[in-house]
């Protein structure tokens, strides 16, 4: 989706939400007691998988405004409110229902 505007995901999509969770659960590791070898590569990386399809099926087309930079740019926060965020703070999430969310609160 970040490639393209359109309901596909990429895999710039799926690097780009996996580093977030890496740097995420780097960032947070004392305050969430786990560390990123306990949260598991593989995990994020399915994790990751499943947000970025999440996010491209849920996407809407932005036309002549779309601007690929724009969704880097969101996908890759790990701060209050992102997607990294909302995705670790359960464990085994809902990632649809995470999704859907989080961009009604980014759009």
Do not use: T
């Amino acid at each position: 989706m970040i490639d393209n505007n359109d309901r596909c995901k990429d895999f710039e999509d799926v690097g780009v939400l996996f580093h977030a969770l890496i740097r995420y659960v780097e960032a947070n590791e004392e305050v969430r007691d786990q560390s990123l070898v306990a949260a598991g590569y593989a995990n994020l990386l399915e994790l990751a998988g499943d947000a970025a399809e999440a996010v491209a099926m849920q996407h809407k087309a932005e036309g002549d405004d779309w601007d690929g930079c724009v969704w880097f740019e969101l996908l890759e926060k790990i701060d209050e409110g992102s997607l990294a965020e909302a995705l670790m703070a359960i464990e085994d999430p809902n990632v649809p229902a995470v999704v859907r969310d989080w961009l009604s609160r980014v759009e």
